[in-house]
């Protein structure tokens, strides 16, 4: 189905944005990290799969045309953003230079290709040398950080960033974790990377890079102590969505908002593509009558293999966001208690040592003192 032929009762449900709590929150968070920036900063959206993540990295890319519209105006050269996907290695080993090139033409750069030395020939110790890919890839690095200064980009966004952790076997993330540290401290702007838990092992690598990190989570809707252990936010998003279906729907389909929990994990946008599928279906079994039925819905769910394993991944990283307490901190650094900002410290007795008396005299010489007096008794 070509854009041309889609459906423009599908074009607009698929255009549907339904805000919620998961998303408003996360989306704060991050606003406020991308317009308030600490520079060489890290920042890390993360949660599981269909949970809104693109949905929220859209909404950023609006606000910052938004906040930077005067900007833009007086400055047409000015960028607001570069935001990409991270490209998937075809080699099994993520590709810097790719990331780099597609960087620089999403932004317009010109003359790409001529960073690319076509012929290249040194000798050096008699050896003839013409590999220059080390040398392109940092070309195109250098190219890039030369961009951000002069086009004044205030952030980079590197979506699907998961793709950093993909390395050929027995390679180290290590330098991958120090690159991110080496991009942020030169280009001094914050980078958004974008992904699924497995992104949170790029924050196992050095204290330099962990200390200018910040996690914004975005989570699925997880069981509540209402309406059978459903989150009713998420029951208010499913209305919405089946609200926003333009196609006539049989009647109590909200009612199941507990199947609908099942079959979505509680990720709204696996919730929204299923409608979606089952929206198109209710097009295609009858274009002048559709009607929107259970067994529609239930034949465009999910397999549940399918939904187990997504399920088994999110619990999975759910139990890396899991916070430690403040005990288990000021154990590790060996305090006698947990400090808190709701009790004072307390109160320490300085130990006061005695002073110390100086030596009189000159150095090498004895000081007066008792010496034994006779012979001891045999």
Request: with cysteine; net charge positive; aromatic share 6%.
């Amino acid at each position: 189905m070509t854009a041309v032929a889609l459906d423009p009762r599908v074009s607009s449900f698929r255009s549907k944005l339904v805000k919620h709590a998961t998303i408003e929150h996360a989306l704060t968070q991050l606003i406020r990290a991308v317009t308030q920036p600490r520079p060489e900063s890290v920042i890390v959206l993360t949660g599981p799969s269909g949970v809104g993540k693109s949905t929220i990295i859209g909404a950023v890319e609006k606000h910052l045309r938004n906040v930077h519209a005067q900007r833009m105006a007086d400055d047409p050269g000015m960028l607001p953003y570069i935001s990409l996907r991270a490209p998937t290695p075809l080699d099994g080993h993520f590709n810097w230079k790719d990331a780099f090139t597609r960087a620089l033409h999403i932004a317009g750069e010109v003359l790409i290709d001529r960073k690319v030395l076509p012929r290249f020939e040194m000798s050096l110790d008699g050896r003839k040398i013409d590999s220059t890919k080390g040398l392109v890839r940092e070309e195109l690095r250098r190219s890039l950080e030369s961009l951000v200064r002069h086009r004044k980009v205030p952030v980079i966004i590197l979506d699907e960033a998961s793709a950093l952790l993909r390395l050929k076997r027995g390679a180290l993330p290590f330098l991958q974790f120090e690159i991110l540290k080496s991009l942020a401290v030169e280009l001094r702007i914050p980078i958004v990377l974008v992904g699924a838990y497995d992104l949170l092992g790029i924050l196992e690598g050095t204290g330099q890079l962990l200390r200018r990190s910040l996690v914004v989570h975005c989570p699925r809707y997880q069981e509540s102590q209402t309406l059978g252990g459903i989150d009713p936010n998420f029951v208010d998003v499913l209305h919405a969505l089946l609200a926003a279906i333009d196609c006539p729907q049989e009647p109590g389909l909200a009612d199941h908002f507990d199947f609908f929990y099942m079959k979505s994990l509680g990720c709204v946008g696996v919730l929204k593509d299923w409608l979606d599928r089952a929206f198109v279906a209710a097009l295609a079994a009858s274009p002048e009558e559709p009607l929107l039925t259970r067994e529609i819905i239930e034949a465009e769910a999910l397999p549940n293999r399918q939904i187990k394993r997504l399920a088994q991944e999110a619990k999975v990283g759910e139990l890396k966001m899991v916070e430690v307490d403040d005990a288990d901190v000021a154990k590790e650094l060996n305090l006698a208690y947990t400090p808190s900002m709701h009790m004072p410290a307390p109160e320490f007795e300085i130990a006061v040592r005695p002073p110390v008396k100086k030596r009189v005299g000159r150095a090498g010489m004895r000081g007066p003192s008792r010496d034994q007096v006779g012979a001891p008794h045999a």
